[in-house]
């Protein structure tokens, strides 16, 4: 829920925000008064900035213009955890970058921080609007001259994705499609894409290379799976630089304390490891809950492959500047190290010093025992390797974030 109907308007007819107006997308308070004081301050922001037309927000005209020498990059679900990330590399590496987000799953505050970082006018602008309303999707691609999508945008649950399919059909497969179809149109030549190893489903030999049949067992995987179908069959006409990046378990965090992954309390049932591990610390839940003893693995639990989001968005970048036309690059993005779920607990306590309770419950619905990626061909093709290999170094970045952000963006 969001609290102004200036804010719905700006969803169906989108445009991008400055950071006065970005406050208008805040989360409604449950308090009516602190609400109502919100909405007339935010009121107040916006009739300012029409009448000032504020000269530090910035120009829309920077980003419908081609620059000799800078790549402008859409990033969907640029708000989102990993999108934060890979924006604020990109912004770092003098790209420009166009976020579009429809806040459902991405956090404000992960886009306001990357303004107060990159103030800089015609570096990065941030359009809230969702993929899935193809009427906003159009005036995007029409109003802005991008170079190349890297395309985050997703919910990304095994567990939920069980719960809701359609959901997952829909905001993966069907929104993916919306996008393509807008690059075709558009002439946008470079297409990064988010994909998972949740695609390959449960395989029989490990590690798993890239050549390994895709068969998911769950609708996420098999969303995802979709999508990627849909895009290699559009590519073998299409003169587009296509890269699919099968990411393994992301973990986590900016070294420098500025992103994070912003908790999800609404989603604890369904969420990932790491979120509950941290929650588990925090005592935001009364202990961690292992799904699954009864894996034929080393100790019974699921083994999966974690990868840093630093050492992830590095892919991106990577495949972004070695995407070549008519080309298609598919890659695993892993360690090439399995780890089971008790190692992850007891890197978990190790990492943020919480002597944490675990229970054991039987398996989540949807999870596969065992999967690690063999990362030879990205090493290879793309001269990327994982670096940030320790569970516990990682753990411990994103604990300090998670310290700090107990409650997400929203604490300071
Ligand atoms: O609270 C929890 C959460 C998870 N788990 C277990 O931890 C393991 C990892 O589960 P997660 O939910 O963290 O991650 P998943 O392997 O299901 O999928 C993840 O990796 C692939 C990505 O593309 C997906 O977006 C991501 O969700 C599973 O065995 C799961 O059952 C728990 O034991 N307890």
Wanted: hydrophobic fraction near 35%.
């Amino acid at each position: 829920m969001l609290n102004s109907s200036v804010v719905r308007t700006q969803r169906r007819n989108p445009r991008p925000l400055s950071l006065g107006e970005m406050d208008c997308l805040e989360p409604k308070t449950k308090n009516n008064l602190t609400g109502k004081l919100l909405l007339v301050a935010s009121l107040l922001i916006l009739a300012v900035i029409v009448i000032s037309q504020s000269s530090s927000f910035t120009s829309p005209s920077a980003f419908s213009q081609r620059e000799e020498g800078v790549t402008h990059v859409l990033v969907t679900g640029g708000a989102g955890y990993i999108g934060s990330h890979a924006a604020l590399r990109l912004l770092r590496d003098s790209y420009r970058v166009t976020i579009v987000d429809n806040l459902s799953r991405g956090n404000l505050g992960a886009v306001k921080t990357l303004q107060r970082l990159f103030p800089q006018t015609g570096r990065l602008q941030f359009i809230y609007a969702d993929l899935g309303d193809p009427i906003a999707v159009e005036k995007i691609f029409s109003e802005n001259a991008f170079d190349a999508v890297m395309h985050f945008a997703a919910v990304a649950y095994v567990g939920e994705s069980t719960l809701y399919p359609l959901k997952y059909y829909h905001n993966i497969t069907s929104n993916t499609l919306g996008v393509l179809e807008a690059m075709a149109r558009h002439k946008v030549k470079k297409l990064i894409y988010s994909s998972t190893c949740a695609t390959y489903g449960e395989p029989e030999k490990m590690p798993i290379t890239e050549d390994t049949p895709q068969v998911p067992i769950n609708p996420y995987g098999k969303a995802k799976k979709m999508a990627e179908d849909m895009i290699l069959d559009f590519s073998k006409n299409s003169d587009m630089a296509v890269m699919i990046l099968r990411y393994f378990n992301v973990i986590g965090s900016d070294p420098g304390g500025r992103l994070g992954e912003a908790p999800r309390p609404e989603l604890r049932e369904q969420g990932r490891i790491s979120g509950a591990c941290f929650d588990a610390a925090r005592g935001f839940i009364p202990g961690l809950q292992v799904k699954g003893t009864d894996y034929k693995t080393s100790d019974g639990t699921c083994i999966r492959d974690y990868i840093d989001v630093t050492d992830l968005v590095d892919a991106h970048v990577k495949a972004l500047e070695k995407a070549q036309p008519r080309k298609v690059g598919i890659y695993n993005v892993g360690t090439g190290k399995g780890r089971s779920v008790k190692e992850f607990v007891e890197a978990c306590k190790k990492a943020t010093g919480v002597e944490i309770k675990v229970d054991f419950l039987p398996r989540r619905p949807g999870d596969y025992a065992e999967v690690y990626s063999d990362p030879t061909k990205i090493l290879k093709d793309l001269n990327w390797t994982a670096r940030f290999t320790n569970l516990q170094d990682s753990l411990q970045v994103a604990w300090r974030w998670q310290k700090i952000h107990p409650h997400g963006y929203a604490s300071y």
